[in-house]
């Protein structure tokens, strides 16, 4: 775990750390979590369009980083939690898995029909 994870750690960093890997808890809700945790990268994605222009695709990119190291930083304490290995409210993981969709394929690709 990095020294920036340690220092969430003792500042309380439990809730913050279950508020990220839960993206604000939305892996919490009863039905399909990690549809709501992938709504959550959609937003994302929506805003970057509507308000990035040219620029959009840079920030993609950018928040695709920020969640992976996200990610790299959360799933072992995720895992310990939740105590069980890929716990469904761990949501995060959706989140980088969606951006890194959409900064890979263009929106015209014919994939996106499927």
Known sequence: MS????????????KVKHLLAT????GHLPVAPGTWGTLLGVLFFV??????GAGETFVIGVL?????WLNTQLTAWAEDYFTRRDPPPY???EIAGYLLT???LPLDHPLWVV
């Open 3 to 14: 020294e920036e994870m340690h220092k969430l750690e003792s500042v309380g960093g439990r």
């Open 91 to 93: 949501v995060l993981d």
């Open 64 to 68: 695709f980083l920020i969640v992976f």
């Open 47 to 52: 805003v970057a369009r509507l308000y990035c």
């Open 102 to 104: 959409v900064f890979v």
């Open 23 to 26: 993206c604000l808890c939305l």
